[in-house]
């Protein structure tokens, strides 16, 4: 069964300082891994998506991850955080079965605190 | 483009009745739009796939007769809470995968907060 594993609940960071979220998979095929930002009480916003090639992605508001497959990771970095970037993050892994889209795994969320 | 929308985005309703969300693709076909259910505090849990013409895909421990799903058409999917109870409060999000297969990519709703009183 697929799984991913979040390691941090809540990570505190300081504003201008650098950012690594870790994000652990497991996933019986080639994964495709995704990060999703939500605010409170918002819905999920797509950060990045590592489908293939390049196992280093960009993608919005500064934000990089990387894929690793002989550590199952993905994870997150940024390096000069904003107040704004606050929130709970989420990695995700999933694959396409036939061609089409399956459903996600999600872990379980970061909390990201900013501190001034 | 890729717009995905919910309604209503919050709902409060007695035990007993039953809801029902929509999830719109309002830009794109979505052959198949998938239902999650988020818990306080918590990730989000994978509950049904369903593909448009055909019947929903539960995941294990998500009751059918609970939470009714129905893909009528390539933009348009409800989910029904049946009798709902205060523990059937949650955030429900839908996403949508588009026509497009040539890549695996799904597009989220805002989801809908449910409060079963």
């Known amino acids: 069964a697929q799984s991913v594993t979040q390691p941090d609940i809540h990570i505190t960071v300081s504003e201008g300082a650098s950012l690594e979220l870790r994000c652990n998979y497991s996933?019986?095929?080639?994964?495709?891994l995704f990060w999703y930002v939500q605010s409170p009480g918002q819905g999920l916003q797509l950060l990045l998506k590592y489908f293939s090639g390049d196992t280093l992605v960009q993608g919005i508001k500064g934000f990089e991850a990387e894929f690793k497959r002989s550590q199952s990771s993905f994870n997150l970095r940024k390096p000069s955080v904003h107040w704004s970037d606050a929130a709970e993050y989420f990695c995700a892994v999933g694959g396409a079965s036939g061609g089409g889209a399956d459903g996600l795994t999600f872990g379980k969320g970061t909390h990201l605190i900013i501190q001034p | 483009g890729a717009v995905v929308s919910q309604h209503p985005s919050r709902v409060i309703c007695k035990s007993g009745t039953s809801v029902k969300i929509e999830c719109r693709s309002l830009?794109?076909?979505?052959?198949?739009m998938f239902w999650y259910r988020q818990f306080p505090k918590k990730s989000l849990m994978l509950m049904a796939t369903s593909n448009e013409g055909s019947k929903a895909t539960y995941e294990q421990g998500v009751e059918k007769d609970k939470f009714l799903i129905n893909h009528a058409s390539l933009t348009l999917s409800t989910l029904t809470v049946t009798s709902a109870h205060p523990e059937d409060s949650s955030f429900y999000i839908c996403s949508a995968s588009p026509f497009d297969i040539s890549y695996n990519e799904q597009f989220f709703g805002p989801g809908t907060r449910l409060t079963v009183l």
């Open positions: 830009d794109f076909q979505a052959t198949t």
């Open positions: 996933y019986g095929a080639t994964p495709y």
